[in-house]
């Protein structure tokens, strides 16, 4: 059974670095195509994709958010840690640890097939 | 573009079909796959590559894509699907990519 468990703070002020943990169970991220995605959710909006780490250490950053996100991995403790610099209140949200799977469908596809339970984050001053 | 465009409501009679489509030039490139997301919970995914159901997603649930709309269908649809929906799928550049969201209601 795969579960992923986010952690992290669940009131950040402006500005500082927010810094959040997955840890999963289930797979391994040294099997070849498995990965693991934070999405996150506003509260009355909807999904944004945020940043991927791959098997293979490959990493996808959201294109508007790229400069303040950085995502790693620890295949020893089964986590994956997303860091984001200079929150705003905006970044208030829920936010997802997801495993994202590769397979062939005629070329190489990847997709969310399950997601964690997410844990909200206010930044508030 | 990268954006993929939904209709934030729609609405259907129990009992009877409902297509929830969403819109975007990736779509024509790149498989969609679908989330169901009930209130106060996480998604979950319903269909994936455009067309195929996870293991325990019920068959009412079907998805389909042509040109730059992928669909999804639910046939007879019950009280229990009354849920917000997303697409899904990618940009030319790897990242992924969410629709809006269809709010569903079942009357």
């Known amino acids: 059974q795969v579960t992923l468990r986010e952690s992290g703070p669940a009131l950040v002020k402006p500005t500082q670095t927010l810094t959040l943990t997955c840890t999963f169970s289930g797979f391994s991220l040294t099997t070849t195509g498995m990965c693991v995605s934070w999405v996150r959710q506003p509260p009355g909006k909807a999904l944004e994709w945020l940043a991927r780490?791959?098997?293979?250490?490959?990493?996808y950053y959201n294109t508007s958010l790229k400069t303040r996100l950085s995502i790693s991995k620890d295949t020893s403790k089964n986590q994956v840690v997303l860091t984001m610099t200079n929150v705003d209140p905006a970044d208030t949200a829920t936010y997802y640890c997801t495993r994202v799977v590769r397979q062939l469908i005629n070329y190489y596809y990847f997709y969310i097939d399950v997601w964690g339970k997410g844990t909200t984050v206010t930044v508030s001053s | 573009s990268s954006e993929l465009t939904q209709d934030p409501a729609v609405s259907v009679a129990l009992g009877q079909t409902v297509r929830i489509t969403c819109q975007g030039d990736s779509l024509r490139n790149y498989y969609a796959s679908w989330y169901q997301q009930k209130p106060r919970q996480a998604p979950v995914l319903v269909i994936y590559?455009?067309?195929n159901r996870p293991s325990g997603i019920p068959d009412r649930f079907s998805g389909s894509s042509s040109g730059n709309t992928a669909s999804l269908t639910i046939t007879g649809a019950q009280a229990g699907d009354e849920a917000d929906y997303y697409c899904s799928s990618r940009d030319s550049k790897g990242s992924h990519v969410f629709g809006g969201g269809t709010r569903l209601t079942v009357l």
């Open positions: 590559g455009n067309n």
């Open positions: 780490i791959d098997w293979d250490g490959d990493k």
